[in-house]
């Protein structure tokens, strides 16, 4: 079972430092668990995860850590 989500930012635009969307990737896929992680415009404002398993929250420190890495905060949008 999937289903998918985006992580959006909150104001304008994702600001990924070096390394950063490979750790963000990499977290995500490891820990909520994923099979796809993807950034979504250009500039990249939302992050769309493809999560294995029934429906769940991301916790609230996976979603922190992610927000730092991203340089702005996010929210979640369910898409399925």
């Known amino acids: ?3 998918r989500f ?3 930012a909150v104001q304008g635009h994702l600001e990924l ?3 950063a969307w490979e750790k963000i990737r990499f977290w995500l896929s490891e820990y909520q ?3 796809e992680v993807i950034l ?4 990249p404002s939302r992050i769309r995860v493809l999560a294995l398993g029934a429906p769940a929250e991301v916790a609230p420190n996976l979603l922190s850590q ?3 890495l991203a340089g702005t905060g996010l929210r ?3 898409l399925d």
């Open 6 to 8: 985006d992580l959006v």
């Open 76 to 78: 979640v949008e369910m």
């Open 33 to 35: 668990p994923a099979a």
């Open 40 to 43: 979504v415009g250009a500039p």
């Open 66 to 68: 992610v927000e730092a």
């Open 1 to 3: 079972m999937t289903y």
């Open 17 to 19: 430092a070096e390394n």
